[in-house]
Nanobody
């Protein structure tokens, strides 16, 4: 079992920055990848960024150049540094962890970007 708790969401003006955090606990040894999804009202959940245990990160086209995913294994925490935020980045952001054959989810943290 893996438990995930996100934090760091909030309201920001366009062009601003936020850093999301996802604190993980439980069977950390079983995790092989982590990442962030987001879901805007009326839209499907979409993958924003992911990072493997070897540090290889992938990004959605919408996030490339603006968002950076990182992981602090000593703190069992996943981060998403977001800059140059746009109103279309407004969504509920969820972190996830893939452990063996199970994907675990956090409860989500809201990001609202105003123009």
């Amino acid at each position: 079992q893996v438990q995930l708790v996100e934090s760091g969401g909030g309201s920001v003006q366009a062009g601003g920055s936020l850093r999301l955090s996802c604190a993980a606990s439980g069977s950390m040894f079983s995790i092989n990848a982590m990442g962030w999804y987001r879901q805007a009202p009326g839209k499907q959940r979409e993958l924003v960024a992911s990072i493997r245990n070897d540090g290889i990160a992938t990004y959605a086209d919408s996030a490339k150049g603006r968002f950076t995913i990182s992981r602090d294994n000593a703190k069992n925490t996943l981060y998403l540094q977001m800059s140059a935020l746009k109103p279309e980045d407004t969504a509920l952001y969820y972190c996830y962890a893939d452990a063996r054959w199970t994907r675990y989810w956090g409860q989500g943290t809201q990001v609202t970007v105003s123009s």
